[in-house]
């Protein structure tokens, strides 16, 4: 149970404002690193005697090569299925199968999902979907400890098995959220990134009317691949900007996370002093 810690919620009144309200009344409240107070520190000296602040520290630790290295640990394979996951019987897996559903491509370990989870018991159904068989395996292990009867796991590659399965699931798909995805920075393996086109019109196609999608990055340039992407379906989804544009800064991001939870990367990545990207859509009506 300690390790859920890592997802806390910052914020509980809005917890999930994205759903409640027509779609964002006002931006959450900004969520900080672990520590929140500043704690004045002096300049240190590289190995040439040039004094660096910590500001440029943490651009320097911030390079391309490093965050390729942090999402490497991942050990996400290089061979990804290309099999459809099996479609579960959802009366066995939910308590209650009709209740609207959130999907999270690239779950992870779970904790961020299921925090939502315990959050909307009777409201919600979740599902995870994750290439790594182990972090499903152990995230279905902790759902089950902690008798959530609303949310599950499955080991898919959701590019391949994404459409099949929310096309038998029972109750309407509200909200698919695509969190920090792996980057895969060489050119070559572009190709491996999550958001392909053929995956955003699945996720736009099974969405009902008034269905939202959220994706978030630490690295811009992937947060413009899936921006791009996902804006090029104008003519059925419909950018926050277009409703509330005080929620974006200058260049079009949300200001703030609207779940009010955030996930094991995102929490590193802010206390690193990144930016977190940020865009949300909602289906036309």
Known sequence: MASLL???PRTTGSLYSILSSPFFKKPTRKLKPFFSTSIPQPNRKC???VAVSIAEEREIARSPQLVASEYAELNLSDKFSEEPAPVPDWCDIYSDSTLPLMVDIGS????FLMWLAKR????MNYLGLEIRQKLVKRANYWANELALNNIHFI???ATVSFKQLVSTYPGPLTLVSILCPDPHFKKKYHKRRVVQ???VESIVDSLIPGGRVFVQSDVLEVALDMRNKFDTISDELLHVDK???SLLDNEGWLLSNPMGIRTEREIHAEFEGAKIYRRVYQKRK
């Not at 992870?108 to 904790?111: A, P, Q």
């Open 120 to 123: 909307n018991l009777d409201s």
């Open 108 to 111: 992870g370990s779970g904790r």
């Open 47 to 49: 190995s040439n005697g």
């Open 6 to 8: 890592c997802a806390v």
């Open 197 to 199: 086109q053929p995956l």
């Open 243 to 245: 409703i509330n544009p």
């Open 155 to 157: 080991f898919a590659n």
